[in-house]
């Protein structure tokens, strides 16, 4: 199980930094259980564990308490070389008849006792997200992850009616904040709270985005690839397969916003600003993707204004500049289209095709009229396919010569740009169209 490999990863890395020798067991027991488990608020949870069955009156006998009995009653199991999910995270159901079997078979390997604490050790390390969980095999995203457990433990006693055993958010959320530098100690991080108290009486720890997750990796590993497991556990187990995260890909949206708006400092894009930025894909399907880059970052309403047959979803609708917001969904739109094409000689294309259209729209005394101008201008911008796009220009070329220049540098471009770059440069002509008529 791969939770029990990143638990030996990590039990390697603590005794090499702390100067022990821990076992798994030893480490589960002396470090881990103490901050997870002695308490009656735990901080995770695993389906069927000990941990979360009651405790008899006579297993309390001299004054011993629940929290010990579990871990004794998980101890034994251990010994007794019981493998299942309560023993060994993320493992198949120890019936065959039961929901989680589907790992099940007759083969029945022997497992050392190690390989069981490090599972529970690991998925304390993975970080959760909407939709999953995912675990990295990076030390110093590890240990970071480790540091926040005694905040997570501290934060939990001390706030009335919040949810426990969310040890996987929290990482997500505290992982997200501290990478990103928004405080200056660990203890200082405050996650944010959900939930409605009046209603429920229980407030809980939102889990964060996928997407705002890999915003704060590659900010902090700007030059790093990571591959990560990535899976659910629940009643029912899911595996979303190894993932190839190329955070450099990632970063170029950031990077790119420091070229692109270098000469607009008043409207530049802010870290915050991107880092809000939502994706079409949601975790499992990022996932299915096969690995996470520029593609899945893709802005989730983008393909509302992308032209209709272009790519699956696509609305055509017209791009209106009404709010703060819709400047900044555009600004965005716009820096993850120009990193996908990755040619930012692209834009300035792209806006004297779009400036070239508007001035194409003035009706001239020998034309049949602004209507006529209009449309032709219209379905120049609404091309779903290069051959469409390319007639539509020559049409216009026939009616105005004067912007040749601009038309036949963008035909040039087009016929060498990747077919599925195509949609997403029409559609920055799209924008900056829309832009440029919102500012006359």
């Known amino acids: ?77 251990i010994n007794l070389g019981k493998k299942s999910g309560s023993t060994y995270v993320g493992y198949a159901a120890e019936k065959i008849t039961e929901v989680t079997s589907g790992q099940s078979s007759n083969i029945n390997p022997e497992i050392d006792k190690q390989e069981l604490y490090s599972s529970w050790i690991g998925e304390g390390l993975s970080l959760g997200v909407r939709g999953g969980l995912i675990l990295f095999d990076n030390e110093e995203l590890l240990w970071q992850i480790f540091r926040g457990w005694k905040v997570y433990r501290k934060y939990l006693n001390q706030t009335p009616n919040l949810k426990a055993r969310q040890v996987e958010t929290w990482n997500g959320q505290f992982i997200y904040s501290t990478f990103l530098n928004f405080y200056e100690s660990p203890y200082d991080f405050n996650p944010p709270i959900g939930g409605d108290e009046e209603e429920s009486g229980v407030l809980s720890i939102p889990t964060i985005p996928w997407i705002k997750l890999i915003f704060a990796l590659a900010k902090k590993f700007p030059k790093n690839s990571f591959i990560g497991n990535a899976y659910v556990l629940s009643k029912t187990n899911s595996s979303y397969g190894f993932i190839k995260v190329f955070l450099p890909e990632i970063r170029k949206v950031f990077e790119l916003r420091d070229e692109v708006f270098l000469d607009q400092s008043n409207t530049i894009l802010t870290d915050e600003e991107i880092n809000s930025l939502s994706s079409f894909y949601n975790f499992k399907e990022a996932c299915k993707l096969g690995t996470i880059g520029l593609k899945s970052i893709e802005p989730a309403k983008l393909r509302e204004y992308m032209p209709k047959g272009s790519v699956l979803y696509a609305q055509g609708k017209e791009y209106k500049f009404s709010n703060e917001e819709s400047y900044t969904n555009y600004k965005l739109f716009k820096i993850w289209i120009i990193a996908m094409l990755n040619k930012t000689e692209l834009l300035n294309l792209a806006s004297d095709v779009a400036k070239a259209l508007s001035e194409f729209e003035q009706p001239k005394p020998d034309d049949r009229g602004k209507k006529v101008l209009s449309t032709l201008s219209q379905e120049v911008r609404e091309s779903s396919n290069l051959r469409l796009f390319i007639d539509k220009l020559t049409e216009v070329l026939n009616h105005a010569p004067t912007n040749a220049d601009a038309f036949k540098n963008v035909v040039e471009e087009v016929l060498k740009m990747p077919s599925d770059n195509f949609p997403l440069f029409v559609t920055l002509i799209r924008f900056e169209y829309a832009y440029l008529k919102s500012n006359k």
């Not at 791969?2 to 030893?26: H, M, P, Q, R, V």
């Not at 564990?49 to 009651?54: A, L, V, Y």
């Open 1 to 77: 199980m791969y939770t029990s490999y990143i638990g030996k990863k990590f039990l390697k890395l603590y005794n090499e930094k702390e100067g022990k020798n821990l076992s798994a067991e030893d480490f589960f027991v002396k470090i881990q259980f103490p901050i997870f488990f002695d308490d009656e608020k735990h901080l995770l949870h695993v389906h069927g564990s000990t941990f979360f069955q009651k405790v008899s009156k006579e297993d309390l006998s001299g004054a011993k308490k629940e929290s010990i009995v579990r871990l004794e009653r998980l101890q034994k199991d």
